[in-house]
């Protein structure tokens, strides 16, 4: 790799995060796996390569991490961010407008050469349907999520972009 504006962007990233990393940074909730990622692949994360200064790119859960991951080192993947797109929606526990950051968005060549374009949630099945949420909270939770889904749902069909809200069912892992 020659020193393009590439790899100086890619080493500011890693300074960034190795930073934050020793100064005791971390993400908000300690009781998730949590922390910062740092691609394989720069040159097609959204975070590092698409904004003003590269923007940290930080995983709340250890299936955020893998899907990161998958998203660095699948192939067919051109282009991909963590919490990158905002989203207008009206929460209903707060009774006001708020702002919904949907957890990735990633671009991929199908298998017929078209460029699919996709915003994913990822949730753990209790906060996804009142099936199978269990207590108070996880109800609250369904309900603000179907509010934020609906806005994003809209705010997709407007640009051709495909919304889906993985579980640890879709990602293969059982808790």
Known sequence: MTNTAAEIRYKLYCQTIKER????????????????FIPKNPLKCMNIMETNEPQPIVYRSGWEKDFANWCDTNDSITRW??????????DPLRNRESFYIPDFYFEAIDRQKKLQKYLIEIKPMKESTLKESSNGYDKLMVAKNAMKWASAIQF?????ITFKVLTQYDLGISI
């Open 21 to 36: 990393i020793k100064n005791g940074q971390k993400p908000h909730n300690d009781r998730y796996k949590q922390g910062f």
């Open 81 to 90: 961010g963590s919490e990158i797109v905002k989203i207008l929606y009206k």
């Open 156 to 160: 997709c069909k407007k640009r051709g």
